[in-house]
């Protein structure tokens, strides 16, 4: 059998284990949307974080009734607690929020740009039961900055990095690198760059045409650097670097399974659900934030309830409210593709591979 027929019968398991799920999904990451502020405006931002001056947050008695409520319902050993912003450690209160989840035992990991951590930081994480952490690297200083609103953000994040690596103890310290037509030419020299960092592993995912990203078309990849992308990362993997593409997106059968870790199967609202800064109760926060997309708000309505009740839409194939998606041949794989780019108006996915990679 060659290697082929071999990811088309795994990608045929996973449909099949899909559906056999669906009536009882399992909860296995819920985000926290510790806060809407950030100390950067990245002009890709999916959240459209660092808007307003003073978001919406819940308090620190709410998050730890809702941290007890999750263990009750849920069981804190399956459930990954994935911490976000904005910034989630702009918030003064968040080492007696994370230290509150470590004692009830959740597993946790953070989303961060890095700037504000130090030694003592980097400490207080590790007490506090940090176990996993992602730090964006959009490119070399220059880029990087620009893109960020900030300058010096690229320094204060490298320096937030080694402050992790020197303290030790992380089990996972991973780079995010979001690649547009922008920073693509640098892919070849953040390689160089970041192997020599003693990163765990380097992440790699394309701009999506999501919140502010959409008021800048031009960051937008061409098809040939989507093409070149995903060669880079199938010829690194290949060399053995811990170089791996985000979840996002189904690649076809050529580059599903060489390019990251497993096949494409979109979480949101299968193994993920999120609360969001404000309460509202969702799949993942990177989807476009419709009223008729949230599923209820964690103040009001029980996280049990929703999870077992709501979350519908996420739940059926996409493919089903379009016909061009319907008749390709594989949408049994692709089941429309992921939540978070596609068109709701429209009704179809602004992200497909089709025609570019397979």
Known sequence: MGATEVKVRHMRQLAEYRKGILSEPPLRNLFLELTLRCNERCIHCGSRCGEHENPPELTLEQYKRILDE??????AKQVELDITGGEPLLRRDFYDIMGYADSLGFRWGMTSNATLI??????RLFECGMKTISVSIDGLEPTHDALRGRTGAFRAAMKGIHALIAHGGFQHIQITTVI??????????????LRDVEIDSWRVINIEPIGRATEHPDLMLTDDEYRCLF?????????????TYGCSHFLGTEYERQVRDWYFLCNAGIYTASIMANGDIAACLDIERRPELIQGNILRDSLKDVWRDGFKVFRSDL?????????CEQCEFCHGGTHHSWD??????????????F
């Open 231 to 243: 060669d880079f990362i199938r010829e690194k993997r290949a060399e053995g670097y811990p170089l």
């Open 70 to 75: 999750v263990k009750r319902d849920f069981g």
């Open 344 to 357: 709701y108006d429209k009704n179809e996915q602004r992200v497909c591979f089709k025609g570019i990679l």
């Open 180 to 193: 547009n037509h922008r920073n693509f030419g640098e892919l070849p020299a953040m390689f160089e760059m």
């Open 118 to 123: 130090d030694d003592e930081a980097a400490r």
């Open 319 to 327: 493919s089903d409210l379009n016909e061009k998606c319907r008749a």
